[in-house]
């Protein structure tokens, strides 16, 4: 079974930075499992869906991002580390939100327990 354990939220300034992180375990082999996954980023605040922040391809090579984000957040991944990464800059209030790391296949698909992002001065 993949589990994935979200990790780097916390509270932050408007303007200030986090850098959240996404640990892959339960793959039968390392890091050639984990890089046959797709993985992604959502968030999602109180009464609202889970919306997707940024997507990365198995290979890292492919990214794509919410509009709102695009060139303040950055998707990467560490095959070697069973790891993704979102690093978000600039972050304003209505960043505000729980997120979450999804690991997925074409038939498969693996969340985390989220993490807390608040942005408040």
């Known amino acids: 079974q993949v589990q994935l354990v979200e990790s780097g939220g916390g509270l932050v300034q408007p303007g200030g930075s986090l850098r959240l992180s996404c640990v892959a375990s339960?793959?039968?082999?390392?890091?050639?499992?984990?890089?046959?996954?797709?993985m992604d980023w959502y968030r999602q605040t109180p009464g609202k869906e889970r919306e997707l922040v940024a997507t990365?391809?198995?290979?890292?090579?492919?990214?794509s991002y919410k509009a709102s984000v695009q060139d303040r957040f950055t998707i990467s991944r560490d095959n070697a580390k069973n790891t993704v990464y979102l690093q978000m800059d600039s972050l304003k209030p209505e960043d505000t939100a729980v997120y979450y790391c999804?690991?997925?296949?074409?038939?498969?698909?693996?969340w985390g327990q989220g993490t807390q992002v608040t942005v408040s001065s």
């Open positions: 990365i391809s198995g290979s890292g090579r492919s990214a």
């Open positions: 999804r690991a997925f296949t074409a038939s498969v698909n693996y």
């Open positions: 339960g793959f039968t082999f390392s890091s050639y499992e984990f890089s046959s996954y797709g």
